[in-house]
Nanobody
Framework: QLQLVESGGGLVQPGGSLRLSCAAS????????IGWFRQAPGKEREGVSC????????NYADSVKGRFTISRDNAKNTVYLQMNNLKPEDTGVYYC????????????????????WGQGTQVTVSS
């Protein structure tokens, strides 16, 4: 059974940076596409970024393009989300999620496509 644990959240001023990590255990990470999602109070969960199992393909929500970068180190069973130039509207609980796939290039920003979820890490952007 795949287990995911997020870390790296915190309080940061607007314009600052954070790097989130998603550490996997229980199953080889190269078998899974990974997505990052976030949920702000009173709002629906939204897809932020996703990466294929091989790392060859990535996608981003329009709101974070040019500011966030997703990457993965399959040897370390970890996926990262580098977040730069953070804005107050980036505030929320960030979750990583995984879906098993035989495809090297499959990815999705739709949260319903993912089977495994971490517990989330809080990101607060405020002055």
């Amino acid at each position: 059974q795949l287990q995911l644990v997020e870390s790296g959240g915190g309080l940061v001023q607007p314009g600052g940076s954070l790097r989130l990590s998603c550490a996997a255990s229980g199953s080889p990470l190269p078998n899974y596409a990974i997505g990052w999602f976030r949920q702000a109070p009173g709002k629906e969960r939204e897809g932020v970024s996703c990466i294929s199992s091989s790392g060859e393909s990535t996608n981003y929500a329009d709101s974070v393009k040019g500011r966030f970068t997703i990457s993965r180190d399959n040897a370390k069973n970890t996926v990262y989300l580098q977040m730069n130039n953070l804005k107050p509207e980036d505030t929320g609980v960030y979750y990583c999620a995984a879906t098993f796939t035989y495809s090297r290039t499959y990815y999705s920003l739709m949260w319903g496509m993912y089977n495994y979820w971490g517990q989330g890490t809080q990101v607060t952007v405020s002055s």
